[in-house]
């Protein structure tokens, strides 16, 4: 199922590949700096078993994670390392050139919002070339703002760092996690910061780098906000259609487990 441990001869033909796309970057004093990655390559694992489960004729691969990316936001964070957009967009554009030769499609995995740009400028480019690519977000369509199921969800006001992605990494590297240092940051909704983001990096509104309130979270919403997630991209990967910027969208039964 892993791209990477084979030799060549081992990577069947024309498979779909997910490529899981994270950062290096800061996520608050209670996360480790690759927090988007390991999310990112879980979520493209559990989507490759899940498709693989539904089809086992068609054969799926996870690449190697891109981990660094666009993190221009996070600078003046110790441990933040960063490409830039511009270069990322690039990177993107190459990789998929270079794999042109044996892979059927593409499917980029995407756990940093700072991404978003080069996800978009490329897969549209990439389109225009006519290779079979799109890309997703690892984001669960039923989340919202407030309390849930699982508690204070992904919506505006857990964007970094907060509930969800502490949840999650309690559920998968719980040993990485330091809830001693986990803070309450800005709980202000993401629209209302992003001007002063855009301005002066995530440190200019929220000092610790927190956007949201870990405090509450834990392993058992993390696993579930993780099968919600690797449900619902499944079914985009099989049945979703691709928009102008190359996202999969469509209609996703909320909560679909794995």
Known sequence: MTLAGRSWTGVP????????????????????????TTIAVAVADGVAERL??????APVLVAPPIT??????????PGTMSIGAPVLRLVLVELVRSMAGWCGRVVFVNGHG????????????????????????????SG?????ADGPTDGPADAHAGFTETSLMLHLAPRAVD???AVVGNTAPLAELLPAI?????????????????????????????????????????????DAHGRLRGAVTAGSAP
């Open 13 to 36: 033909r024309s498979p779909l590949v997910l490529v899981p796309v994270g950062s290096c970057e800061q996520h608050g004093p209670h996360l480790p700096l690759t927090t988007d």
């Open 52 to 57: 693989l489960r539904d089809n086992p004729a």
């Open 68 to 77: 660094h990316t666009a993190s221009g936001e996070h600078q003046g964070f």
């Open 114 to 141: 700072g991404n978003l740009r080069s996800l978009a400028e490329a897969v549209t480019q990439l389109r225009e070339e006519r290779h079979d690519v799109a890309w997703v977000p690892c984001e669960p369509s």
């Open 144 to 148: 919202g703002e407030g309390e849930g």
């Open 179 to 181: 809830m001693d240092r």
């Open 198 to 242: 855009v301005a002066g990096g995530v440190a200019a509104v929220a000092p610790s780098g927190v956007l949201g309130d870990p405090t509450a979270a834990n392993a058992p919403a993390g696993e579930r906000i993780l099968h919600r997630m690797i449900g619902e991209i499944s079914q985009l990967i099989e049945g979703g259609t691709a």
